[in-house]
């Protein structure tokens, strides 16, 4: 799984969605994919820009995620995803995801 594949499948998952209102990156050891939901869409980049929240996770524990077949919840718990900043930003991706 590549950073573009990733950001192609939150691209997906972000069209048609109400803009969530903030910013939030994904950050992997290979690159960002950052969601800005501050305008009137939810814009998707792999700039590493400043965000919200961040959350820490690797492209593969993100595509399970994505995919269902790995729990948030759980996911966190373990270690598997380590978020920075606002805690209620990082909530919102239960809309988009």
Known sequence: MTVQEITEKVVKRAEGQE?????????????????DG????????NDDKEADAT????????NSLLSGDLNPMGAFMS????????MGVAMKLQKLF
């Open 19 to 35: 803009p969530i209102g903030n910013s939030i990156k994904f950050q992997f050891d290979e690159g960002v994919v950052h969601i």
């Open 38 to 45: 501050k305008g009137e869409g939810n814009e998707i980049t």
């Open 55 to 62: 959350v820490k996770v690797s492209l593969d524990d993100l």
């Open 79 to 86: 270690g598997k995803i380590k978020i920075d900043g606002d």
